[in-house]
T-cell receptor, first 115, second 111 residues
Framework: EAQVTQNPRYLITVTGKKLTVTCSQN?????MSWYRQDPGLGLRQIYY???????DKGDVPEGYKVSRKEKRNFPLILESPSPNQTSLYFC??????????????FGAGTRLSVL | QQQVKQSPQSLIVQKGGISIINCAYE??????FPWYQQFPGKGPALLIA?????SEKKEGRFTISFNKSAKQFSLHIMDSQPGDSATYFC??????????FGTGTSLTVIP
């Protein structure tokens, strides 16, 4: 079964305490992304990757880091979280070309609260 | 600046009616326009998608209408059902792996 797995699903932390949200996909997809979802703003892309060791900034990268050391994993790192990073985060993966059967899959989400 | 503008923010439709959600964009380099459906507590899931060289695409009760000259596209849900109650997002793909999403439409279908 095609899956994008994020952990943890829920996380409460305090300002400044480094955290990592993991993301793993089992579809051998080249492309992966991180998004944040906020009420009234839709989904906004934070970072994306087009292959191992190839990452680039999305629309809202400030305060986030990513790495892509293996094809299946794409962790999101918040080195010094702040309250404005309280949000619902989604990891996604897709094959290199988009089409009828080649689609973007999303994880179930990670709800992060920064106090 | 919102790259993809979506309306309405919320929509209430009677069972059996037609739901219509509209999106507009400015960047003519966008090359793929998906619609996603999201249920509470779940991640978005692809519903239907279209490329700009096609004016309409239909899959079951779901149809995308695409107007390239007006830079607008819309989702039509025919014979809307209570199970269609969800949040819908339009999106646009740019080069590489960049996606821009609309702000979402919360659809409620009343039995």
């Amino acid at each position: 079964e095609a899956q994008v797995t994020q952990n943890p699903r829920y996380l409460i932390t305090v300002t400044g305490k480094k955290l990592t949200v993991t993301c793993s996909q089992n579809m051998n997809h080249e492309y992966m992304s991180w998004y944040r979802q906020d009420p009234g703003l839709g989904l906004r892309q934070i970072y994306y990757s087009m292959n191992v060791e190839v990452t680039d900034k999305g629309d809202v990268p400030e305060g986030y880091k990513v790495s892509r050391k293996e094809k299946r994993n794409f962790p999101l790192i918040l080195e010094s979280p702040s309250p404005n990073q309280t949000s619902l985060y989604f990891c996604a993966s897709r094959p290199g070309s988009l089409g009828l059967k080649n689609i973007q899959y999303f994880g179930a989400g990670t709800r992060l609260s920064v106090l | 600046q919102q790259q993809v503008k979506q309306s309405p923010q919320s929509l209430i439709v009677q069972k059996g009616g037609i739901s219509i959600i509209n999106c507009a964009y400015e960047n003519t380099a966008f090359d793929y326009f998906p619609w996603y459906q999201q249920f509470p507590g779940k991640g978005p899931a692809l519903l239907i998608a279209i490329r700009p060289d096609v004016s309409e695409k239909k899959e079951g009760r779901f149809t995308i209408s695409f107007n390239k000259s007006a830079k607008q596209f819309s989702l039509h849900i025919m014979d809307s059902q209570p199970g269609d109650s969800a949040t819908y997002f339009c999106a646009a793909h740019f080069t590489g792996n960049q996606f821009y999403f609309g702000t979402g439409t919360s659809l409620t279908v009343i039995p």
